[in-house]
């Protein structure tokens, strides 16, 4: 099986800055898709960036052009790089990946714990 372990998540005042990062270890053989979502208080989840296997990256409109998601495929790791953070980006964030993996056939998507981002003065 495979895990995902998120870090870099805190307390940053408005117009910090952070950087999430998740960490897949296991059977992997392909790291396919990557993404992160977020879940704020008293809110669904939403998808807030994501990047395909070739590198193409999408994001939703409150993020562009202040988060940037990129990916490591020799160490499985996806990252979130976060700037000019607002108020309102105070979430759970979770990462998202999507991998093959030895002993299964197709694709598995996984989740990782989640890890809490404050923006707050």
């Known amino acids: 099986q495979v895990q995902l372990v998120e870090s870099g998540g805190g307390l940053v005042q408005p117009g910090g800055s952070l950087r999430l990062s998740c960490a897949a270890s296991?059977?992997?053989?392909?790291?396919?898709?990557g993404a992160w979502y977020r879940q704020g208080p008293g809110k669904e989840r939403e998808l807030v960036a994501h990047i395909f296997s070739g590198g193409i990256t999408t994001y939703a409109d409150s993020v562009k052009g202040r988060f940037t998601i990129s990916r490591d495929n020799g160490k499985n790791t996806v990252y979130l790089q976060m700037n000019s953070l607002k108020p309102e980006d105070t979430a759970v964030y979770y990462c998202?990946?999507?991998?093959?993996?030895?002993?299964?056939?197709?694709?598995?998507?996984?989740w990782g714990q989640g890890t809490q981002v404050t923006v707050s003065s």
């Open positions: 296991g059977s992997i053989l392909r790291f396919n898709a």
């Open positions: 998202n990946a999507d991998f093959l993996v030895l002993g299964h056939v197709g694709s598995i998507d996984y």
